[in-house]
């Protein structure tokens, strides 16, 4: 089971950066799907969140308007899109799967039930 997370990186601030989550061993098509970030010494918090056909999406505040969440059932991936980025961006990306099938999509951790392994992702001021 795993979920691979990449295409973090550094990048000055307003650029832009794609993150993939690829997942293989585990049901992917049928479960919402969630983007977390991690700085240091932060608390994991909820970035985006889609449904498990991709037909609503739930995004953090400080990245509505900047990030946008997508899933491509045909290749088990989510992705992160995330434009005119800044310093405070600076984390480690996180993708994970909501355990519940069918799923409405959520901002709480405690329902996702397989993670990804992180990206980097630095902005630069």
């Known amino acids: 089971v795993l979920l691979q997370a990449s295409g973090g990186g550094l990048v000055q601030a307003g650029g832009s950066l794609r993150l993939a989550c690829v997942a293989s061993?585990?049901?992917?098509?049928?479960?919402?799907m969630g983007w977390f970030r991690q700085a240091p010494g932060e608390v994991r918090e909820f970035v985006a969140a889609?449904?498990?056909?991709?037909?609503?999406?739930y995004y953090q505040d400080s990245v509505k308007g900047r990030f946008t969440i997508r899933r491509d059932n045909a290749k088990n991936t989510v992705y992160l899109e995330m434009n005119s980025l800044k310093p405070e961006d600076t984390a480690v990306y996180y993708c994970?799967?909501?355990?519940?099938?069918?799923?409405?999509?959520?901002?709480?951790?405690?329902?996702?039930?397989?993670w990804g392994q992180g990206t980097q992702v630095t902005v630069s001021s």
């Open positions: 994970a799967r909501q355990a519940e099938t069918l799923g409405a999509g959520s901002m709480d951790p405690k329902v996702y039930d397989f």
């Open positions: 889609i449904t498990w056909s991709g037909g609503l999406t």
């Open positions: 061993g585990l049901i992917f098509s049928t479960h919402g």
